[in-house]
């Protein structure tokens, strides 16, 4: 995964500290929904393997957009407050260091707004430097939401947070409308671990979650689905090669070409499920 900066469960543990200082310094629990690599966390807890974590927080904010000023500005100041500073003139992008000075942690603002070009970055009024870019696919994870309460010891205090996070539905296909966009190596290997290991029993349990809440619009995402499939048809693919990589860093006990054919064999058995009966 050279696209990508090392990922770790150190690097990751930082970006949920981070998270949590913001949502402290928010004051209660933001409109935010939380997707994104720290999402597989908590959809896969009593998985064997561990998710190889993340530096950035990926927050959809169409709900804080939506709220209205008052709410953007309360989240610029809890950025702020929570030592993140915008990265150069992007107002999506706000960064801080993480306890080893190598960290750099991102929280990025995403959002799916029809009134918008796709990629425009949106300013929120009333802020000094906060937006959002417009990324099509991530508004599944505000329709699909679970309230989760996460801590860590920050600062040698225990804080806890209040954060909505996306669902393992809303989740899916969020990452997949971002895997055909962007080809990057990390939405292969989240999509193929989160089939695979999620709490709720695998690939079938995970393409019902998609089908109970986003049924009918499903021939919608068709081409997003055909796209993945595509990319995970042969064990010398793109995408189980970037989750076959991945999970031998975290994992090199494990057998890579079993590895492989797992993934290959989730995401066959994720599109027949999805598109069976959808031209």
């Not at 050279?2 to 402290?24: G, K, N, T, W």
């Not at 597989?40 to 959809?60: E, F, I, K, N, Y």
């Amino acid at each position: 995964m050279a696209d990508e900066s090392p990922r770790s469960r150190a690097a990751r543990d930082a970006a949920e500290h981070a998270l949590i200082r913001v949502v402290h310094h928010y004051g209660s629990r933001p409109e935010f929904v939380l997707l994104g690599g720290l999402v597989p966390d908590l959809l896969c807890s009593t998985s064997a393997q561990r998710h190889a974590g993340t530096t950035d927080v990926d927050v959809q904010v169409n709900l804080e957009i939506a709220a209205g000023a008052v709410n953007t500005r309360r989240l610029e100041q809890a950025l702020h407050n929570a030592e993140f500073v915008p990265e150069g003139h992007t107002t999506w992008r706000w960064t801080t260091t993480g306890p080893s000075p190598r960290t750099v942690i991102r929280f990025e603002l995403l959002a799916d707004l029809d009134t918008e070009p796709a990629e425009a970055t949106i300013d929120f009024d009333e802020c000094d430097a906060l937006g959002a870019i417009n990324l099509r696919g991530t508004g599944f994870a505000v329709r699909d939401v679970e309230v989760r309460k996460l801590r860590a010891r920050v600062g040698g205090v225990v804080q806890s947070a209040e954060v909505n996070v996306t669902g393992l539905g809303g989740y899916l296909l969020a990452k997949c409308a971002a895997a055909r966009s962007r080809r990057k190596a990390k939405d292969w290997y989240d999509i193929a671990f989160v089939l695979l290991h999620n709490d709720a029993g695998g690939v079938d349990a995970a393409a019902a979650a998609i089908r109970d809440r986003f049924g009918p619009e499903l021939p919608s995402v068709r081409t997003n689905l055909d796209d993945l499939f595509a990319n995970f048809t042969d064990p010398s693919n793109q995408g189980p090669r970037a989750y076959v990589e991945q999970m031998l860093v975290d994992h090199p006990d494990l057998d890579g070409s079993a590895l492989a054919a797992d993934a290959v064999l989730a995401v066959e058995r994720f599109h027949k499920l999805l598109t069976r009966g959808h031209p």
